[in-house]
């Protein structure tokens, strides 16, 4: 008698079993998804202050963090210093010379023209004195070599002060402009970079995680802050190839959590074939091998009931 008992309840257990897995091969189960987002610093640098916690919410145009970038700094310095040099090129080309040097090339032309002037009267008189064999040929040599000498310097000068007078050349104002405005393109690139030391929110985020503490080296393009869009919740399901012609896109089906057993309506946005397993998150897969696996996302008609819901929790499609 004891044994049909035993006999008895391991069949019940069978069959409650067997029922059991039915039911739960008659629907799916998926997972609660949010667009995932990140913000990231533009420049590396240590981190002297974070303004969030994780948790929070931020909104568009919030300060995230505040980075230390000393070699902004210095490069700010530096292209400042280019721009003032570039800057004064500039006004020195498109100006010309100024008073004071116009005088000073004026003295000089004057003296020079002098000593040109002396020069040749002394080669005059050293020529007479050659041709009467009064003077040796290598005296007379140097007092033409003196006269050549500042009949050069004579020239130089004469085109020195033809070019003041005239101006500066075209070709040298524009070269002279040009490197003023790359003086002032690589300034305005250093003060763009100091302002990228403040990490600040691009989006609307829930922040999950931050990964970094203040005193710790942050580099550029490295995830500092990542967290969800809110309101963005959606629900991932897989499904195989032997049941999927039960979905279409456009649909309407229900949805059902399995932690508060709160249920809402939703469309499926999209249906596509999956390439791996890995991906399946049904619990309870009912497939043959061979079969194509398909993804199938459900958006919620009322984004206020589902933006609470708890991020990869279980849900069920009905």
Request: glycine letters at 6%; hydrophobic letters at 35%.
């Amino acid at each position: 008698m004891k044994i049909t008992t035993h006999i008895l309840l391991v069949c019940s257990l069978i069959l409650a079993s067997c029922s059991s897995s039915k039911q739960k091969t008659d629907q799916f189960e998926g997972k609660a998804k949010k667009d995932v987002i990140s913000f990231a610093p533009k420049v590396t640098g240590r981190i002297l202050n974070i303004y969030v916690k994780e948790g929070q919410t931020v909104k568009r145009g919030d300060t995230l963090a505040l980075l230390d970038v000393p070699e902004v700094s210095a490069k700010i310095a530096q292209a400042q210093g280019a721009v003032n040099a570039a800057t004064a090129q500039e006004k020195m080309a498109r100006n010309g010379a100024t008073p004071d040097q116009l005088k000073q090339l004026q003295a000089k032309y004057k003296g020079l023209k002098e000593q040109y002037e002396f020069a040749q009267k002394s080669y005059e008189r050293a020529n007479n004195m050659f041709n009467d064999s009064l003077m040796s040929p290598q005296a007379h040599d140097e007092i033409y070599a003196k006269l050549q000498g500042a009949k050069a310097q004579y020239d130089a000068v004469v085109a020195e002060l033809d070019d003041v007078k005239k101006g500066t050349r075209i070709e040298k104002v524009d070269m002279a402009a040009g490197q003023a405005s790359q003086a002032r393109g690589a300034l305005q690139e250093a003060n763009v970079a100091y302002s990228e030391r403040y990490v600040i929110a691009t989006n609307d985020m829930e922040i999950e995680t931050i990964s970094l503490n203040p005193g710790e080296l942050a580099t550029a393009g490295f995830a500092l802050f990542n967290g969800y869009i809110p309101e963005s919740t959606w629900f991932r399901f897989t499904v195989p190839e032997s049941k999927i012609s039960k979905y279409k896109k456009g649909q309407e089906v229900k949805i059902q959590t399995m932690y508060s057993k709160e249920e809402l309506d939703g469309t499926i946005a999209y249906i596509k074939q999956l390439t791996r397993y890995a991906d399946i998150t049904t619990a309870y897969p009912d497939y043959q091998p061979d079969e194509a696996i398909y993804e199938v996302k459900v958006q919620p008609k009322d984004m206020n009931k589902a933006k609470d819901i708890l991020v990869n929790s279980r849900v069920i499609l009905k």
